[in-house]
């Protein structure tokens, strides 16, 4: 399963906020682009005003203008069109236009193309300026001219038969958007210059020579009423993404909450005692509801493998108690009926036997609290030299009459609990000394692969291969009648569970058994 699946819940979590702070990121990266769009469209509708402007010059100039458009003289130079350039993202906005020089007034006498301009600003709100090759104003709406327009970027570029439009600041009585305001355009004007060739088939920057430009500038429609004219179109799109962010949240939330309520009804099944319950969650679920999923599975079968082991540990358990103690009942009951009638010889042997079961309980319940601690407690590891460790053994075990020889390298150590540790190698020595005969206890210690493994073989006779399968098993024991409980090797098993390790028993060729306990050098 990819790292990335399935997600977790900050990664869900994060992944909605991120997608509701980005719509109305989005939202105003969108309306940049609308509102550059608004001030593209403004262009292209001043060109195209110029353009024809600019041929009424042309008329008025050159009698030939009206006469038909005579051919190109190449193909490929039939068509130049004006491109639009602006960019309220790259281009700067300039102050607003100023004229150089006093106009004069011509109101009365008014030639063709400014009636033409006074009727056109009715309708397209345009500031028309009609210039002649040096840059000096010979026509506008207002019946104004003489004065220049000359020193103004725009017209510099058009003079030279160039295009290089521009934005200026607005100058207007009304008051500047607020800052709060989406619209950017709507204090700028849109002020462009285009050229008038002699050559109507001059390409743009050519350096063709011109007769005159034709200077317009207006108002961008602003983003505000642009958007209240295409509020219709808008609201199709609108509605689709606060589908979408509804849908995005119920989904996210239901990959949430659904699985966590099947989970959460799960476990009341589990609770109730019904064995079908499944804790398992399918489907698309954060990382956190699977990885909780999987603890309580496997915390189910935990509790389920536990309460198999104690009922069969304490069935076991119950059986070996039922032995002496029904021993112990017996003996009890016939000294209480007889005991005044037997002979003191009889009576002696019933309090004998009635010692002996009463002993065996002791070992057995004390092998029982030894096994359960071990069972149940965590290995605490420490440290261990066991050269000098099992030195001490063997003086112990010499001071019982046991012969106990001892291989082990010098220095050479394990992480191990020493109360485990001892117990198991008790464990072992007493059924070496149990099985061995008169032969000595070989204990030994060596590395083995990641871990170290110590052995103790004896020199006892030799064994059935089945007995060795179950050396381990609670209570298996071959000397149930000279006091043995089947819980040393059981004790031994569960310090090498403990320690991450392993047991195991094999026969010895030329008799006796070898028995060895293997724990890793570091904790699994």
């Not at 038969?161 to 004007?189: F, N, Q, T, W």
């Not at 489907?283 to 189910?300: D, K, Q, V």
């Not at 261990?384 to 010499?398: P, Y």
């Amino acid at each position: 399963m990819s790292a990335l699946w399935p997600p977790r819940v900050r990664t869900i979590l994060a992944s909605l906020a991120l997608f509701v702070l980005l719509l109305p990121a989005a939202a105003v990266y969108l309306a940049r682009i609308y509102e550059n769009h608004l001030v593209r469209e403004t262009e292209k509708i001043l060109l195209s005003e110029a353009v024809l402007v600019g041929e009424v010059l042309r008329a008025s100039l050159d009698p030939a203008a009206k006469a038909a458009l005579p051919p190109p003289p190449e193909v490929t130079a039939e068509f130049h069109p004006f491109t639009a350039k602006l960019d309220l993202r790259g281009t700067p906005i300039l102050p607003a236009a100023a004229r150089e020089g006093q106009g004069v007034s011509s109101s009365s006498v008014t030639p063709p193309l400014e009636r033409l301009l006074e009727r056109a600003i009715l309708r397209n709100l345009s500031g028309i300026r009609v210039l002649d090759r040096t840059g000096i104003v010979i026509a506008s709406p207002k019946h104004e001219r003489g004065y220049s327009l000359a020193h103004l970027p725009e017209v510099q570029a058009a003079l030279r038969g160039a295009y290089e439009p521009v934005l200026r600041e607005r100058r207007s009585d009304e008051a500047r958007p607020p800052l709060s305001s989406l619209s950017r355009a709507a204090h700028v004007r849109v002020s462009l210059a285009i050229p008038v060739f002699s050559d109507p088939y001059a390409p743009v920057g050519s350096g063709a020579p011109v007769i005159g430009a034709i200077f317009v500038s207006r108002t961008p429609l602003d983003m505000e009423k642009g958007l209240w004219l295409i509020r219709g179109e808008l609201i199709g799109p609108l509605v689709v993404i606060l589908l979408l962010t509804l849908l995005t949240i119920a989904a996210l939330s239901a990959a949430i909450e659904r699985p966590l309520r099947r989970l959460r009804d799960a476990a009341s099944r589990v609770a109730a005692g019904d064995p079908q319950a499944a804790l398992a969650v399918s489907g698309f679920a954060p990382e956190e509801i699977h990885t909780l999923s999987a603890a309580l599975a496997r915390m189910r079968a935990e509790l389920e493998t536990r309460a198999r082991y104690v009922q069969e540990f304490a069935a076991n358990t119950a059986h070996e108690l039922k032995t002496p103690l029904t021993s112990l009942r017996g003996a009890a009951e016939l000294l209480l009926d007889g005991g005044d009638a037997m002979d003191p010889v009889q009576t002696r042997r019933f309090l004998g036997n009635i010692h002996e079961d009463a002993l065996r309980m002791d070992r057995l319940v004390s092998r029982i609290l030894q096994l359960a601690r071990i069972e149940a407690a965590e290995a605490h590891r420490a440290g261990l030299d066991l050269s000098s460790f099992l030195a001490r053994t063997s003086e112990r075990w010499a001071r019982r009459g046991a012969n106990v020889a001892v291989e082990c390298p010098a220095g050479l150590t394990i992480a191990a609990d020493p109360e485990q540790l001892e117990a198991a190698l008790t464990s072992l020595l007493e059924n070496a000394a149990r099985h061995g005969g008169d032969g000595p206890i070989e204990l030994s210690a060596k590395v083995e692969g990641e871990g170290v493994e110590l052995a103790v073989a004896d020199h006892g006779p030799l064994l059935p291969p089945g007995h060795f399968d179950r050396a381990f098993e609670r209570f298996y024991t071959t000397e149930r009648d000279r006091g043995g409980t089947g819980l040393g090797l059981s004790i031994v098993r569960a310090v090498a569970v403990a320690h991450g390790g392993r047991a195991t028993a094999e026969a010895r060729p030329e008799g006796g058994a070898c028995l060895r306990l293997w724990l890793p050098a570091e904790r699994r």
